[in-house]
Structures are given as structure tokens and as C-alpha cells.
């Protein structure tokens, strides 16, 4: 069904939540990631309401310690500490991650204030030791331009990630501590879109700036996008976590027309944060709330951002990946779609320290079609670093491996990281063959199909059969000449 929006009066913006890629917490020491390890131990803890700083207690606050709900947290030992559990007051903000929120804010054309205030959200399910969640302006009144139009950026905040949610029930609920007080960035646009798609091009523009930056986290949970739609006769609704951009055309059409439904029967639409499904659908999460009850962080001095500071910063501003993806299609001749899978991949920076000497268009295949192939095979490519490559890039210039041995060699270096080169090009495809063993194997494929030595061209099908034999322990040119000698042999 083709829907009118202009007719509808769609207005439309987003909030975008992304990790950001620091070594630290935002306000402690702590290294910055998920744990791998079993938890230190568990603590258990209550909320208490008390009287906030103008002296009255929050409602929603008083009402939710009346339950009397008991939290666990879970403890690590490298990501979890004092201040994680509220035991210890936060440390000064990180710098890394406040850069970091500068130069997004500078790449979105937002002013910056002049001053970086820390305040303090109330959070009251206890996803937050503290009760509140620290969050800073570092940006506001920018604009992104869209092929319908410009986007007006609101804010852009620095903020600490919320504990991981483990399991809820109704007395007790267990947190992971460790995901709390990751760097986050919140970006939050007015709603300018007229347009479904606008909205997933706004969506995709800004996670292109902000993956630009190349100090984002990226993957599953990494980056939260909330929608927000309303329609003339209708109401502001709040689509919670939707998951792909590609989905995001469809949960704008489902929720106008949720709410045309009640527009049509003369209903009021109720305001509403709803929770954006696979598919597009949405179902009821909770009522909307009201202004965000915000208070500063007392335990925190405001920084002042100089302005030669700020001259600096926009200095260093990154490279668009779109530009930079124009500019690799241009200089190296890679297909469009290599191009821009390497753009998303993340992994431009690898494929500028290694094009020096590599072929650009075989680097830029393996770190796209290849990877993903050998991954979907099993192999965790995380363990992989630019060594790695580099090993491999070297070797293949050097002639000691064929092209075609590239998947098995990032395997077997997936598989243990720290083995030596030799030892990897060993196990790689069950050993390396001399040119001895060459002609053997030619010798062999030939004597097993004497018919195709009077077929048109035998080069090309012994070829296929050596090459699947050699399976890239050997450079293909070097098999092509063994081929064509012993072929010659025969005639
Ligand atoms: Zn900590």
C-alpha cells in the first residue's frame, strides 16, 4: 500500500545510541569492554529513595523503593570497580571519550558549548549503582543534509552505558557490571523527516560520521537506534530499539498506520515508548515519560573547552568514509561494491597500511569476501591483526604462496594466533609442496586423464585439476609452466 505522507503529516527523527571504541570507562579506570571472565563475585544491593539536591524525593523514585526489589550485580575483576558500585566517587571524565564526542559533534555541525557540565539522570530499575546516569552535553544545534532535505541535530551527549540486564524477575533482578559505565555517544535529531526512507538515509548518514571517526565499537549491541514518528490528528511515539536500517521504512509505515487506525475513529492517540520487533512491528513497552529528570553531577568540575582546543580538534577531523570510499574506487580501480564493503567493514585502515605492497584489488577481496567466508567457516577472525596480514601479503609477493591459499592461511592463523609464519604455512593445506613434488602431482593428474591431452586446450583443464591438488600451496603461474612442460613432454 502507497501511503500519502505529506497528506499523513509524517514528522519523523531518530536517537542513536553507539559505544565508543576508548581503552577506560567514562569515569573510572576501568577497562572498557565486556568481560570474558566468570564473575569476581556477586553483590546484592537495595534502592533507597532519598531527597535530591533541592530537597524533595523523586515520586517514581519513592514509589519503586516501596517494592523493596533486591538488584544483584555481577563483579569483575578488570572491568568492575569502586566507583562501578558506587562505593567510591567518579573519577575526572575521559578525555579519549570526550574528544572523541567533540569531533562527531564538529563532523555534525553542532555548536559546542562552552563549558562540558556532567549531570545526572534519574535511573530507578537499578541498571545504575548509582540511581542516576551521568550524561554531558558536548554538542548541539547541528544539521546532517539528507537527499529530501536537512536534519536539524538537537544534542549530542556523552553518556555511561547501563549495567547489562541478566534476568528480571518480579523481587530481584541481575545486572552484569560490566557494560556499565562504557563511553556511549547519544545523538538525537529533531522531527524533520517527511520520508520513511529520509529516515533510514539520516540513520545511515550518521553511523557512516560516527563509524568515520574509526573509534566507535561496532557490532551486535553496539549501536541502538530509537525512532520517533507522528502523524497530524496523532501523537509523538517513541520506537524503541529498532535493529537494522533496512527495517526501519517498514516500523515507520506500521506505526502510521497503528495510528491512522485511531486518527480514522476519532481517538485519542495515547503517547507511548514501544518496542520495535524483527519485523517491523511494535508492541507496547511502557507509558512515555515525562522530561528527563536532570540534576548536576556535583562530584565532577565542569571542563572549559578552549578555544584553541576546539581549533585543533577540527583540524584532525577524520576522512568521510564516503569520501574515502570515491577516493579508493578512483586510486586503486576497486569495483564500487568492494569499495563500500570495505568502507563498512572497518577495515580501511588495514587495507592503507598494507596497499603499499599489495595488489590492492586482491587486499581489498580478502578483507571482505574472504573474511567473511572464513568466518562463516567457523574461524573467529578477532584473533587476527595486521601482522597477520602483513605475513601474508609478504609471502604472496615473495611468490611463496599462491593467491588461493589466502582462506586456509587466515584459518589456520585464526586458529592460533601466535604460531609462526612457517609453522602456519606448514599445517596450512597439509604442508608446502617443492617443485619436485609439483611435477609429480602434474605427472599424476595427466597419467589418471590421458583423453584430455587431445582436447582443444589441455593447458587450461589440467590446470584446474593441479590447482585443485595444490589447493594454493603453490603461486598458479608456477603450476601453469609445470602444466604446459609436461604437456609438451607428451606431444
Ligand atoms: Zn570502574
Redesign the pocket.
Known amino acids: 500500500m502507497k501511503l500519502d505522507y505529506e497528506k499523513l503529516g509524517l514528522k519523523s527523527g531518530i536517537e542513536i545510541h553507539q559505544q565508543l571504541d576508548t581503552a577506560r570507562?567514562l569515569f573510572?579506570n576501568?577497562k572498557s569492554r565486556l568481560s570474558q571472565d566468570a564473575p569476581l563475585r556477586i553483590i546484592d544491593r537495595k534502592m533507597r529513595a532519598v531527597a535530591g539536591e533541592l530537597g524533595a524525593v523523586d515520586v517514581a523514585a519513592a514509589r519503586e523503593a516501596l517494592k523493596n526489589k533486591v538488584f544483584h550485580y555481577s563483579i569483575y575483576p578488570e572491568e568492575?570497580?569502586l566507583?562501578?558500585t558506587d562505593s567510591e566517587p567518579p573519577h575526572p571524565m575521559n578525555m579519549e571519550a570526550l574528544e572523541i564526542g567533540m569531533k562527531i559533534a564538529l563532523m555534525l555541525n553542532c555548536t559546542i558549548p562552552d563549558e562540558i557540565q556532567v549531570m545526572r539522570k534519574t535511573v530507578i530499575d537499578g541498571s545504575n549503582t548509582s540511581g542516576f546516569q551521568r550524561t554531558a552535553l558536548v554538542g548541539m544545534d547541528g544539521w546532517v543534509d539528507t537527499k529530501f532535505g536537512k536534519v536539524v541535530i538537537t544534542d549530542i551527549m556523552i553518556e555511561e552505558d547501563a549495567a547489562k540486564i541478566i534476568k528480571r524477575n518480579t523481587a530481584d533482578v541481575h545486572y552484569s557490571l560490566d557494560r556499565l559505565?562504557i563511553p556511549l555517544v547519544e545523538i538525537g535529531t529533531a522531527p524533520d523527516c517527511r520520508h520513511p526512507e529520509q529516515v533510514k538515509e539520516l540513520a545511515e548518514k550518521i553511523g557512516m560520521i560516527l563509524k568515520s571517526t574509526g573509534k566507535v565499537k561496532t557490532g551486535l549491541g553496539k549501536i541502538r537506534q530509537d525512532v520517533n514518528v507522528s502523524i497530524k490528528g496523532g501523537t509523538r511515539i517513541e520506537l524503541k530499539g529498532v535493529q537494522s536500517l533496512s527495517i526501519i521504512p517498514e516500523a515507520v509505515d506500521r506505526e502510521i498506520m497503528r495510528q491512522q487506525l485511531y486518527v480514522d475513529k476519532k481517538e485519542k492517540v495515547t503517547p507511548e515508548v514501544r518496542k520495535c520487533l524483527p519485523d517491523g512491528r511494535s508492541e507496547f513497552m511502557r507509558p512515555m515519560g515525562g522530561g528527563h529528570r536532570l540534576y548536576p553531577e556535583t562530584d565532577i568540575p565542569p571542563i572549559r573547552i578552549d578555544r584553541v582546543w576546539l581549533d585543533q580538534l577540527r583540524l584532525q577531523l577524520p576522512e568521510l568514509l564516503e569520501d574515502r570510499t570515491s577516493r579508493y574506487i578512483a586510486e586503486y580501480n576497486l569495483s564500487p561494491d568492494i569499495a563500500k564493503q570495505l568502507a563498512s567493514s572497518g577495515r580501511m585502515g588495514l587495507f592503507e597500511y598494507l596497499v603499499e605492497w599489495a595488489d590492492p584489488k586482491v587486499l581489498a577481496t580478502t578483507l571482505t569476501s574472504t573474511l567473511t567466508q572464513v568466518r562463516r567457516e567457523g574461524a573467529d577472525i578477532s584473533k587476527l591483526d595486521k601482522n597477520h596480514f602483513r605475513e601474508i601479503f609478504r609471502a604472496l609477493k615473495k611468490g611463496e604462496i599462491a593467491r588461493e591459499a589466502i582462506p586456509e592461511l587466515l584459518k589456520e592463523m585464526a586458529n592460533r594466533p601466535r604460531e609462526k609464519f612457517q609453522e602456519i604455512l606448514k599445517a596450512a593445506a597439509g604442508g608446502t609442496v617443492s617443485e619436485s613434488d609439483l611435477r609429480l602431482i602434474v605427472k599424476k593428474v595427466v597419467d589418471s586423464k590421458p583423453g584430455l591431452l587431445k582436447t582443444g586446450r589441455p593447458e587450461k583443464v589440467y590446470m584446474g585439476l593441479v590447482m585443485k591438488e595444490v589447493r594454493g600451496r603453490f603461486p598458479g603461474g608456477k603450476v601453469m609452466k609445470a602444466v604446459a612442460e609436461e604437456i609438451k613432454r607428451r606431444k
Open positions: 570507562k573510572c576501568c568492575t570497580c566507583t562501578c559505565g
